[in-house]
């Protein structure tokens, strides 16, 4: 096995693990026997990303189906590695950021509920 199927394979563990429910589906997709169903149903996954423009098939098609593809083809499995790992430091990106800016509001609303309200003067030439 290369270096970039190993890699690919760990890649998979790890979607297997975040998406549990998918988790069947993936594993029996990554089985050897399954090929002739992976194949088709790659090169139709990329088909359907490519007419995104239609109401049921989108965008999302597109690199699912380079990943099933990437099983069975050598060369499409470093892009496909390198792709997934940027995608998924930008989704922790994205929810680290997300979460600061959170917790950045609630420290703000804290501040801003602990002042105390501003007192009106005592002096009433102040009010003339």
């Known amino acids: 096995m290369t270096k970039e199927r190993t890699r690919l394979e760990r890649l998979f563990l790890r979607l297997e693990a975040r ?23 790659g090169i139709l996954f990329c088909i359907g990303g490519l007419l995104a423009f239609l109401p049921i098939l ?4 597109l690199p699912l189906g380079l990943l099933l593809l990437a099983i069975d083809l ?39 509920k602990a002042q105390p309200s501003p007192r009106l003067s005592d002096n009433r030439d102040d009010y003339r």
Do not use: C
Not at 19 to 41: E, K, T
Not at 74 to 92: K, Y
């Open 74 to 112: 050598p060369f499409l499995q470093r892009p496909m590695n390198g792709i997934i790992l940027r995608g998924e430091r930008q989704w922790h990106l994205w929810r680290r950021s997300r979460r600061d800016r959170k917790s950045e509001q609630e420290t703000s609303e804290k501040r801003q």
């Open 58 to 61: 989108g965008v999302w098609m």
């Open 19 to 41: 998406f549990p429910r998918f988790s069947m589906v993936i594993y029996i997709l990554r089985q050897p026997w399954a090929m002739l169903i992976r194949i088709p149903l």
